[in-house]
């Protein structure tokens, strides 16, 4: 009867941990996706996401509670907060191709890590998807709205390129030096120059 109750209880855990490894693995951007065969508007936008993905994916796997609360200073975002503003901006860059208004003063979420994580790569890649085929007319119907109760203020799609999109690969920079400074650096292998991480 207890050989039965441990192999029932070993099995368990098997498919529990199985069940978590499977969950990682279906996050998008452990590699950037093959490029698309034109050089449209939205492809190269598209691919600009893809490799904010894939930095974001390493920069922020493994990280542990001491990488997160980690700053270079009392001024400075801890790891965490540059995450969560990440997030943020994630959101942002998936609102734009659907001229969906960015909520000023929006109630705060409280998310753990592993669920900001997940949220802010499927936004990539949902956004990634949105921009993907599109041409420079459909790209130029783009608007980068935001919302108060006040007023409403809507942007060119430029200011995506140089705010939001530029910010979130700034940010995710500050990850890996963080990262690196609280001792659990990014795996060496990855190599952002061809997508996949190289041996």
């Not at 974001?56 to 790891?79: G, M, V």
């Not at 809507?154 to 705010?163: D, H, I, K």
Request: hydrophobic content about 35%; proline content about 4%.
């Amino acid at each position: 009867m207890r050989s039965k109750m441990t192999f029932v209880l070993v099995f368990c855990i098997t498919l529990w941990g199985y069940s978590q490894h499977s969950d990682a693995m279906r996050l998008p951007y452990a590699q950037i996706p093959e490029a698309p065969d034109k050089y449209t508007s939205g492809n190269i936008i598209s691919r600009f996401i893809d490799g904010l993905g894939y930095r974001y994916y390493w920069a922020t796997k493994d990280l542990e509670e001491k990488d997160l609360q980690f700053s270079p200073s009392e001024e400075s975002r801890t790891t965490l907060e540059a995450i969560e503003h990440i997030y943020h901006l994630s959101k942002g860059i998936l609102n734009a191709p659907q001229n969906i208004p960015n909520i000023r003063n929006a109630d705060k979420l409280t998310l753990s890590f592993d669920e900001l994580r997940k949220r802010t790569l499927l936004n990539f890649k949902n956004a990634s998807e949105l921009f993907s085929g599109k041409s420079a007319e459909e790209v130029s119907t783009y608007k980068v709205i935001f919302q108060s109760k006040e007023k409403t203020r809507a942007f060119p799609f430029w200011n995506m390129v140089n705010g939001q999109l530029s910010d979130a690969i700034y940010h995710v920079g500050q990850i890996v030096s963080f990262r690196r400074s609280s001792g659990n650096p990014i795996n060496a292998k990855v190599n952002v120059f061809t997508g996949q991480n190289g041996n």
